[in-house]
């Protein structure tokens, strides 16, 4: 199968998009607009992400184990296009986007739900 | 996080849907319903697929390291629902699907495209 034809069948996945956000032990922050997700399993309730190797979001999450997915409804697509590119956190928002919520409910490392605090 | 409102963030992620299609070395053949797909890499082109790990087609999968994804269009509802239960081969014919191509391009165990024969 030649590279073009992998690509056609690649791209009739859909996606929906979503910004996945964590938080360091020293409180820097990552957001990044992902958009392979799929549920996994529904007990325990799993899902997979994918988040590219060489990015900051994904050294955060390796490290605190635990990140917040946000869907995106109608009419957010300027808060996909913003988070394609990487921002620093100032003060509760991040990339203008306020107020970022420190403490969202989550899933943990191994994809359980967990609310934070 | 309550039950409840974890089965209605898991439902807000969208899926297409897809049929499943694998051999096993006897020549027995799997065709079941899935929707659970993610791409997971570019390079190598790697996809994420669930399936149900009690189901013959998750055993035919783990024995011959091979399946074919096939992309439902609009209009084929009718293969996607024929497909949640199970059948048996039925010549080159699977569910009443005809013909059943028994050598597609697939994706291999690393979920490489591979064309078979």
Redesign the interface.
Known sequence: ?DQD???T??R?????IYVLTAEGKDGSVAAATVN??????FSP?L??I?VKADSGAHSIVKESGAFALN?LGKGQQGVAFNFFKSHERDGDSIGGEAPYNPHP?RFNRDGH???ML
């Not at 009739?12 to 929906?16: K, L, Q």
């Not at 392979?36 to 399993?41: F, H, N």
Request: hydrophobic fraction near 45%; avoid cysteine.
């Open positions: 199968m034809a992998k690509k069948a690649l009739m996945i859909p996606y929906g392979w997700v799929t549920q996994a399993s309730p899902v997979v994918g869907m409910s739900y967990r609310k």
